[in-house]
């Protein structure tokens, strides 16, 4: 697979035009970088399952049907700590929590004690 330490979701290689090398991100390609090369961007994609060459694209599916990045849950982006409001769903209790204050309960506490 192409995983590296950069991009662990990822399980494709890419191709740039401007070594003819494949490496599994770009931020491997910079630091393999050693002739001081100007670099491009990839133009090439290979599957980490099937290996088949493909042109550069964001989806995130192969020709043979296997998924190049795992897919991020619908409310949490990737453990980043912020909530998407907008892709949770309606009952989900969190996604209207808070909505209504007018300040927050500690907020209020420390100014309280003012």
């Given at each position: 697979?192409?995983?590296?330490?950069?991009?662990?979701?990822?399980?494709?290689?890419?191709?740039?035009?401007?070594?003819?090398?494949?490496?599994?991100?770009?931020?491997?390609?910079?630091?393999?970088?050693?002739?001081?090369?100007?670099?491009?961007?990839?133009?090439?994609?290979i599957?980490?399952?099937?290996?088949?060459?493909?042109?550069?694209?964001?989806g995130?599916?192969?020709e043979?049907?296997?998924?190049?990045?795992?897919?991020?849950?619908?409310?949490?982006e990737?453990?980043?700590?912020?909530?998407?409001?907008?892709?949770?769903?309606?009952?989900?209790?969190?996604?209207?929590?808070?909505?209504?204050?007018?300040?927050?309960?500690?907020?209020?506490?420390?100014?309280?004690?003012?």
């Amino acid at each position: 697979h192409g995983v590296c330490k950069h991009y662990a979701k990822s399980f494709r290689w890419l191709r740039f035009p401007c070594c003819g090398r494949a490496f599994p991100c770009d931020v491997c390609h910079e630091e393999a970088n050693d002739d001081g090369h100007e670099m491009l961007w990839a133009n090439k994609m290979i599957c980490g399952f099937c290996g088949k060459e493909q042109p550069y694209s964001t989806g995130d599916k192969c020709e043979c049907g296997a998924r190049l990045t795992k897919s991020r849950s619908s409310h949490w982006e990737g453990g980043a700590g912020c909530r998407d409001h907008t892709n949770m769903s309606r009952g989900d209790s969190r996604k209207y929590r808070g909505m209504n204050k007018t300040q927050s309960a500690k907020s209020s506490k420390k100014s309280d004690k003012k």
